[in-house]
């Protein structure tokens, strides 16, 4: 059994009393979407016992091959009594379970930020829901003071998302998860002083502790063995998500100033596609640079991959170790796609899975996203050093490099 464990309100749950037909599910279907609860259900058989053993907001995580799929809370039962074969009635449980994600929904903040750091915005609306959470916010982008009054948290963060380019979800063990997109595309450090450049103190938020640098170096993907994918791989592309002229919004003056940021080839070839951001960013440069990041994603025709199905069964200890591990901005190589494609493989970037234990099939089917969305193109660090300039086709932006072989 591919289920390794059931704890209920923190009791052990005899496995030989759960029906082998679990499925759990994690993130979002579409970076286009919000972010979901990650959830779980599950039926248990509780033949012989004086009561119902379950409630409601009971604790629950779950266990397959002694990694952690899932954490949360019950928010649905279900008690049938069914009929076997011998005639005899069987009494089962039906459960579903709901993540973290789920309770930003349950706290209200008071709604009263000064001007700081996103990072220290995101630190001060999670840290009062003493949730446990990891916050990996965008360090160059600072944030103008703020007051709407009152406001459910999950509000905030998801209007914090829109402004900055981020997503938020909550993790296998129980964790919420702040991520902007350009912590996708690059691992941070701690700044040295060679990361300042001319940056002066009086120019800086917060303190030095604070100050993060890019490393040449992004996160490495995990290689999707072909042999454990199945296949019927669907691509998509779509006009309606082409944007070639974007205008932010930013500052405290009243109305606010702006800056447009275009595609002058994109609007070339698909018209004019305009969006307009409205956003509590502090300065020109944070503006700049999040509409460079919408055209960056968004500015040419990007296929999408359909879902990728992985047979956790035909993975061998080591890969399956890798593809638990897998959370929502990790990225994964799909190798050996049936041509003709739009490619021979595809690096994605994770935005959710589902999961699926059944006793003629384990599986974990996840939705990826173009990289760009990201903005997880490579790095001049990850050229080889052979590369020229000479050697790089003349059609190809720097925004089609997603993998150091595109440089070919």
Known sequence: MSVTGVTIAGSSVNLAAVDYSINVYHGRDSIENTPESSSAELLIYVDGQASIPYKISDSVVISSWSTTRFTGNITDITVEHLYSLTGTPVTAVSIIAMGNLRELGRYVDAGSFS?????????????????????????????????PGPTVVRDLLDELCEWVGATVYDTPDGRIWF???????????????????????????????????????????VVLPSAAVVWSPTWTANLETIVNDVTVTYGTADPQASVTVTDSASIAIHGPNEVRLETGLADLTAATRRAQGILTAQGDQRYQIGKVEVLLERLTAGQRTSVLGLKAGARVIV???????????????????????????????????????????????????????????????WSDIIQPTDLD
């Open 335 to 397: 190798q050996n796609l049936p041509q003709p494609a739009p490619f021979s493989e595809f690096l994605g970037v994770v935005e959710g899975w589902g999961e699926l234990h059944q006793p003629d099939r384990v599986s974990l089917t996840l939705a990826l996203s173009d990289p760009r969305y990201s903005y997880a193109v490579v790095s001049w660090g990850q050229a080889p050093a052979t590369a020229t300039w000479g050697g790089v086709p003349v059609s190809k932006k």
């Open 115 to 147: 001007a700081q750091s996103l990072q220290n915005r995101v630190d001060a609306i999670l840290t009062g829901t003493g949730l446990t959470y990891t916050a990996e916010a965008d360090p160059e982008l600072d944030l103008i003071a703020y007051a």
């Open 179 to 221: 991520e902007s997109y350009t912590r996708r595309g690059y691992d941070y450090s701690t700044a040295t002083w060679a990361d300042m450049g001319t940056t002066t103190w009086a120019g800086t938020v917060g303190r030095w502790s604070e100050q993060y640098g890019a490393t040449s170096a992004a996160p490495t993907p």
